[in-house]
């Protein structure tokens, strides 16, 4: 079996530092095999705040745990318009992941992260001819039994937020292809600070059976109503369970676990899970 635990949104420099000690002690309960945290490390890409976000990371990874992350809009300066252009990127790289496309193999799972974050776009997401490549040529050295794991910070799909609709990335026609050519079984982002899980032709009819995964903010004081939350994803024998660690106000709690079983073409609900412990 394979445990991931999927926080988005830690938004450093708008956070909560009890919110921060509470995500990681459970972490360390949990017992993750890999964190994946799908963008927005910081919430104006400034030095101190990439710093607080850095010790945070270095805290985990000292802990024995396993990081993989991407970057997020908000990881590339707003008000610095120079550095936006010329040097988007240079703070997450020095001190998150010189990698903006990590990847990493589990028994049984594959996690591939991608770089939707643009200077050209306030908020926006976007996806590359080039990176479309990459996922199709990623995925295919892995095994076939393998889950295989797409992790952004843009939903690649149009995700509801309440009465909103949060916009998919650029391009997203041409990822939605390659994801079903490569048989990608989870999508994991984040960008909209609202938890929800979709199966993916539900969304849209072409896109295949993956599962679409969206995490709420994990530390960040600004929400979208919903309480801070992230989620734990259990890997095992050709079942995911999800479950959803809510913000109760004094620590995080388990409220809303369900199990898939992937059946002809796509993951399917059995039902309410025991939550994860």
Not at 74 to 80: A, K, N, Q, R
Not at 237 to 242: N, P
Request: hydrophobic share 40%.
């Amino acid at each position: 079996m394979a445990r991931l635990v999927h926080l988005s949104d830690l938004h450093f420099g708008a956070h909560d530092e009890e919110l921060v000690e509470a995500v990681e002690a459970k972490i360390d309960q949990l017992k993750p095999d890999l964190v994946v945290i799908s963008g927005d490390f910081t919430q104006r890409a400034r030095t101190e705040q990439f710093r607080e976000a850095c010790h945070f990371l270095e805290q985990l990874q000292e802990r024995g745990h396993e990081v993989l992350g991407v970057p997020g809009n908000h990881d590339v300066p707003l008000y610095d318009v120079l550095r936006r252009f010329l040097s988007p990127l240079t703070r997450y790289r020095r001190f998150i992941d010189e990698t903006l496309c990590p990847f990493i193999e589990l028994p049984g799972v594959a996690v591939l992260g991608i770089n939707t974050a643009r200077s050209l776009t306030f908020k926006d997401g976007r996806i590359s001819r080039d990176q479309i490549t990459f996922i199709r040529d990623t995925f295919a050295r892995t095994p076939s039994e393998a889950v295989r794991v797409l992790v952004t910070h843009h939903p690649l799909f149009a995700v509801k937020v309440g009465e909103q609709v949060e916009r998919a990335v650029g391009r997203n026609e041409l990822a939605l292809d390659a994801i079903e050519e490569a048989g990608v079984d989870l999508l994991l982002a984040g960008h909209a600070h609202h938890a929800s899980v979709h199966s993916a032709n539900e969304l849209v009819t072409r896109a295949g059976g993956a599962l679409v995964i969206q995490a709420g903010t994990a530390t960040s004081t600004r929400v979208r109503e919903q309480n801070q939350s992230f989620n734990v994803i259990d890997i095992d024998d050709g079942h995911v369970t999800l479950t959803v660690e809510c913000w109760g106000g004094d620590f995080f709690a388990p409220m809303d676990a369900r199990r898939y079983e992937y059946h002809d073409g796509s993951w399917r609900i059995l039902k309410t899970a025991e939550p994860a412990h």
